[in-house]
């Protein structure tokens, strides 16, 4: 045949086959994918390299030029007889040696016929110039090195939860004392506010109604009225919630009075004088106050001040023989001072902590009791330097606004500077407190809330209006 001829023997073959058997339209797929394999060939031999194979793979993969159909699908039908019956490529061709025209004759032995398999798409075979663009990787990570230490100073949190957990306690523990007070005056004055969106000026009047007849005090129920009209917004006096957390703040800042933190360790021995009426809960304050501060690894000493009540030594006596003070006594009848005077002298050369001395608190004249307190005051003076160093005042929550009378009478007549109030878990008038605080400007150092020697409280104001005016 003419080496001019665009098809070879075997090319033509196919050709006829192909026709035969696919028509016009497989006719024009196998002449451009012939005339690919051409060019493709071409290039190889123009570059003298050939695909690279793998040590021992040769005999299973045959020439591309020489087997006809690879990776392309096999011919169906009539044209599949002739193209196994081609006849065998000479074994030089140009540009091909001795050992290409041996692998090229083995490839075409005859081999069994293949299972029919699912004709696949054809795939061009990649060029050695082009190169499958790398697919996109997804962004790495970047985790920035570690800085160097700086030393930091570390937040003291373990302090302010411990407060806050020392506040719920105070709370805890306060809320069932005050369960009388909360379900007076307080459950009252929760019912005007409760189930309103909106208050009208009427609210108002309701809520002086229910401060007066609190215990409160006159005096300071008008004041917290006047500061509500007043200090209030219009916005905020039609809010129920702002005029409720108003009063609650406002309670708060009036129970809080400057006053340095009570220790019983300025002077030794610091001398408590203890003052109050008959019947206020003056002893049994003393006596747990006592074993409060024995319990705290003071040597504490009581003085029996008050001779003129009868059995109120032998009461104290008991209260010594509990918390373990030593008790100093005279005779019934003998002057009190006398007994308070010896207490602090033989307190102070026997190395005691805490004096604390109780006193009379007769009332039939009134004259003669502020006379009888000034003398001790006085006497004790004389016995040790700066004494008395605190003097308490003890009323009973229970009297109500008498309370705050007989504050006014002590005051008089003594340098009170602290307060204890008693008996808080056995009536509804605890209400006293805001206006013995407000009216007397006397800091609340102690409060009775129950039987127990740790029901003796020290005051703390957030969490007494916390309990109180809790739902």
């Known amino acids: 045949m003419d080496p001019s001829f665009p098809l070879s023997t075997n090319e033509l073959y196919e050709l006829v086959a192909a026709v035969g058997g696919l028509g016009v339209t497989g006719l024009v797929g196998y002449l451009a994918v012939s005339r690919a394999r051409a060019r493709r060939r071409a290039q190889i031999e123009e570059s003298g390299d050939g695909p690279r194979r793998e040590v021992g793979a040769e005999a299973a993969e045959p020439e591309l030029e020489e087997e006809p159909g690879v990776g392309e699908p096999e011919p169906i039908g009539p044209a599949a007889a002739p193209a196994r019956s081609l006849p065998e490529v000479p074994a030089k061709q140009p540009g091909r040696g001795p050992a290409h025209g041996a692998r090229a004759a083995a490839s075409h032995a005859p081999?069994?016929?293949?299972?029919?398999?699912?004709?696949?798409?054809?795939?061009?075979?990649?060029?050695?110039?082009?190169?499958?663009?790398?697919?996109?990787?997804?962004?790495?990570?970047?985790?920035?090195?570690?800085?160097p230490a700086v030393p930091v100073e570390k937040p003291r949190a373990p302090e302010p939860v411990e407060k806050k957990k020392e506040a719920k306690k105070d709370v805890a523990a306060l809320a069932p004392g005050l369960a009388r007070t909360r379900s007076g005056w307080v459950s009252r004055l929760g019912e005007v506010f409760a189930g309103r969106k909106e208050m009208d000026p009427s609210v108002v009047d309701e809520i002086e109604k229910v401060l007066l007849t609190a215990d409160i005090g006159v005096r300071t129920s008008q004041r917290l009225l006047e500061e509500i009209r007043t200090s209030l917004t219009r916005k905020d006096l039609k809010d129920p919630d702002a005029v409720w957390a108003f009063l609650r703040q406002r309670s708060t800042e009036i129970l809080t009075l400057e006053a340095p933190p009570l220790k019983f360790d300025g002077a030794k021995p610091f001398v408590l004088l203890v003052i109050g009426v008959n019947g206020s809960g003056k002893t049994t304050t003393i006596g747990k106050l006592a074993a409060q501060l024995v319990a705290d690894g003071k040597k504490v000493m009581l003085a029996a001040g008050d001779t003129f009540r009868a059995a109120a030594t032998e009461q104290l006596e008991i209260w010594a023989n509990r918390s373990g003070a030593t008790l100093v006594r005279g005779k019934e009848g003998a002057d009190p001072s006398s007994v308070i005077f010896e207490g602090v002298k033989r307190a102070a050369t026997e190395g005691f902590d805490v004096v604390i001395a109780d006193t009379a608190g007769r009332l039939h004249t009134k004259t003669d009791l502020m006379e009888e307190l000034q003398k001790v005051r006085r006497v004790v003076g004389k016995a040790g330097a700066g004494a008395p160093h605190e003097t308490f005042l003890v009323?009973?929550?229970?009297?109500?606004?008498?309370?705050?009378?007989?504050?006014?009478?002590?005051?008089?007549?003594?340098?009170?500077?602290?307060?204890?109030?008693?008996?808080?878990?056995?009536?509804?008038?605890?209400?006293?407190?805001?206006?013995?605080?407000?009216?007397?400007?006397?800091?609340?150092?102690?409060?009775?809330?129950?039987?127990?020697v740790e029901d003796l409280r020290e005051f703390d104001p957030e969490a007494f209006v916390e309990a109180l005016y809790q739902s």
């Open 111 to 147: 081999r069994p016929a293949p299972e029919p398999e699912r004709p696949e798409p054809a795939e061009r075979p990649a060029r050695p110039e082009e190169k499958r663009a790398p697919e996109p990787r997804p962004p790495a990570q970047v985790i920035p090195f570690p800085t």
């Open 395 to 452: 009323l009973d929550s229970t009297s109500g606004q008498n309370a705050i009378a007989q504050a006014q009478i002590f005051t008089k007549a003594m340098a009170v500077s602290g307060i204890v109030l008693t008996k808080l878990d056995g009536t509804a008038k605890g209400g006293v407190i805001l206006g013995i605080a407000d009216q007397l400007q006397i800091p609340v150092r102690y409060i009775g809330i129950g039987e127990r």
